[in-house]
């Protein structure tokens, strides 16, 4: 089929991830993230960790595909004193679907990826005290980086991982894919009440403890077991542009 539409501006392009052992890609849809999804995580942010999931989004052309063995790259975002990492365990969607019962979510998975929820913290901090959307801490330009997604069937043991980010060499986040509070089948469920999930989904799982600040300059890797790692340089701010 031949598509004839006369766009009045350039339409945007597919966000695209690489699949591990495939020369197909992942067309992203929709960026979903969990918050406070492990405990320790949670009561350094200042909560309990028994809270039920609660959810944000980030554009899909926040994400920032990496190849398997290559360094990507982003640029210190404007704005922000306190850019934050937050290394996730990342799902792919490939069935979609709706009120997805727990029992049968992990059926809806395509793949796994290691991904940095990247948090303007001290923006994010601001609009939560003023009860305001967190979107200018979260969902800016650059602030989903990922690795390539490698197929569920290939990573098995995925629900018992590690999950580890190190900065410079120096280890800063730790912890195990089993100390999510809300399970990957258990997120999917309750996040498919809120939303018809589409193939082309992305769900940020949450961060473990550790977050902190990076600089430009700084080399961010992360791993979580049986996935192809991330690799991440930070950049010096973008110059000004009038497109
Ligand atoms: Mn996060």
């Not at 320790?40 to 942010?45: D, G, I, S, T």
Request: charged share 20%; with cysteine; aromatic share 6%.
């Amino acid at each position: 089929m031949t598509i004839s539409a006369d766009f009045c501006v350039p339409p945007p392009a597919v966000v695209a991830v690489p699949v591990v052992g495939s020369s197909q890609l992942f067309p992203v849809h929709r960026v979903y993230c969990v918050g406070r999804n492990y405990e320790e995580h949670a009561k350094e942010m200042g909560f309990t960790g028994r809270e039920p999931p609660f959810f944000f989004l980030k554009p899909a052309d926040a994400v920032v595909a990496v190849a398997a063995g290559q360094t990507g790259r982003v640029h210190y975002p404007s704005l922000t004193r306190n850019l934050h990492h937050e290394v996730e365990l990342v799902v792919a969607i490939g069935r979609g679907g709706r009120d997805i019962r727990a029992e049968d979510a992990l059926d809806h998975v395509l793949g796994y990826a290691v991904g940095l929820d990247l948090t303007r913290r001290d923006l994010q901090t601001d609009m939560k005290k003023q009860g305001r959307p967190w979107c200018i801490g979260k969902a800016f330009d650059e602030s989903a980086p990922m690795g390539p997604i490698t197929p569920a069937d290939q990573v098995p043991a995925i629900h018992s991982a590690d999950i580890e980010l190190t900065v410079n060499g120096q280890p800063r986040q730790a912890s195990g894919i089993d100390r999510l509070i809300w399970s990957v089948a258990e997120t999917i469920a309750h996040l498919s009440q809120a939303w018809t999930l589409q193939p082309g989904d992305l769900i940020f799982t949450g961060t473990p403890e550790g977050v902190a600040a990076v600089q430009p300059g700084d080399v961010l890797s992360a791993h979580i077991t049986g996935l192809a790692p991330l690799q991440l340089t930070i950049d010096p701010p973008l110059a000004a542009l009038d497109s």
